[in-house]
């Protein structure tokens, strides 16, 4: 089987240690897939991976053959449908970085985290995409309730709805 060290992809050393730490035996789910390279990292330790990316890659397929992972080829916000209700433990959203999606992904997505799950960002305080850190603050507040660590915001879910936090 591959380590996810080995695949290519948009995923640094840090994050990898970083997010491991925190998904061992939990369920996730990955919104941008790409070659898996992140899909590995979580799927190393994770119980269970479902990702989601809008185009299928070969590369995605055989890369993560014997790991725990299931994978969709849709939206992000097409595949929340398919989950229930407080089922996932850790959300990892990686695709577009821009405002509309990943606003969107979270509204889609945020009933599907169990309450002290967390949902983290990639790429937060990229100076190529200030949407995430523009939409982290948005609907989370101030920058002291978001656990950020190598370009990764951490948000545990306290509440049920995000109305409630913002
Ligand atoms: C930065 S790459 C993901 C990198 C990957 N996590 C890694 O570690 O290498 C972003 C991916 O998101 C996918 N994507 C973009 N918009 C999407 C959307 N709305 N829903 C699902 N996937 C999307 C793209 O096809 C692309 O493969």
């Not at 989601?52 to 916000?77: H, R, W």
């Not at 969107?104 to 949902?119: E, M, P, T, Y």
Request: aromatic share 12%; proline share 2%; glycine share 8%.
């Amino acid at each position: 089987m591959k380590k996810w060290r080995d695949v290519d992809g948009y995923f640094s050393e840090q994050q990898g240690v970083e997010i491991q730490k925190r998904v061992i035996g939990n369920v996730c789910v990955e919104l941008g897939s790409f070659k898996g390279r992140s899909t590995i990292c979580l799927a190393e330790v994770a119980e269970h991976v479902y990702t989601v990316d809008s185009f299928l890659s070969i590369e995605l397929a055989k890369n993560v053959t014997g790991y725990p992972v299931t994978y969709y080829t849709m939206s992000a916000q097409d595949a929340s449908k398919l989950f229930e209700p407080d089922s996932i433990d850790f959300i990892f959203e990686d695709t577009t970085h821009d405002y509309a999606t990943t606003k969107g992904n979270v509204l889609a997505w945020w009933d599907k985290l169990k309450l002290h799950g967390i949902f983290c960002f990639h790429d937060y305080g990229h100076t190529s995409y200030p949407d995430v850190q523009r939409v982290i603050h948005e609907l989370f507040g101030t920058i002291e309730k978001v656990d950020i660590v190598g370009g990764l915001a951490f948000v545990c879910k306290k509440k049920h709805a995000l109305a409630e936090i913002t």
